[in-house]
């Protein structure tokens, strides 16, 4: 997928259904640090883009990183979002700033794996059981296509 947007569809849609159980947060956090790699990647002008960080070995130590960075990071996004809020007329944009362990927890390993499962469906280059494998039984699984709309579709479900 082209970056980041596309992979918050789910987990918008994983927001709705888990609540408080699930920081979307900490889910955006990992997305975006799972495609660090293949933006450098294409800078470099690389053949291969989606490398170890790609693979579920790769998902697991980002989910970690994303766990103990992502969760003291965001809870400080949060509580500048909510400085910001005029009170009179923007407070119930306000949210919980504070993120406890289980929702964290859950963002950035439900992050990182949901985006290593969305990429093998589109990108040739991918590996995700390596070292163990180099197949990608996922690959054009359903079209390219399709795959963005259900990602568009769970995104729009959730803020109807």
């Given amino acids: 997928m082209p970056f980041t947007p596309f992979h918050m569809g789910p987990g918008t849609a994983i927001k709705a259904v888990c609540g408080k159980y699930f920081s979307l947060t900490v889910f955006g956090f990992s997305q975006v640090i799972m495609d660090i790699e293949p933006l450098v990647r294409m800078v470099r002008g690389d053949s291969v883009l989606h490398g170890v960080t790609h693979t579920y070995l790769g998902a697991i130590c980002i989910g970690a990183f994303s766990v103990l960075v992502g969760k003291p990071f965001c809870a400080s996004l949060l509580r500048f979002w909510n400085a910001g809020l005029e009170p009179k007329y923007l ?51 359903i079209p390219v296509g399709f795959l963005y709309l259900i990602c568009l579709f769970l995104d729009s479900v959730v803020i109807r």
């Avoid at 963002?107 to 180099?134: E, K, W, Y």
């Fill in 91 to 141: 407070r119930w944009l306000s949210t919980q700033a504070d993120i406890s362990w289980t929702p964290a927890i859950a963002g950035a390993f439900i992050g990182t794996f949901s985006h290593v499962l969305l990429d093998s469906v589109m990108h040739a280059d991918m590996q995700p059981f390596a070292p163990f494998s180099i197949s990608n039984a996922l690959l054009d699984f």
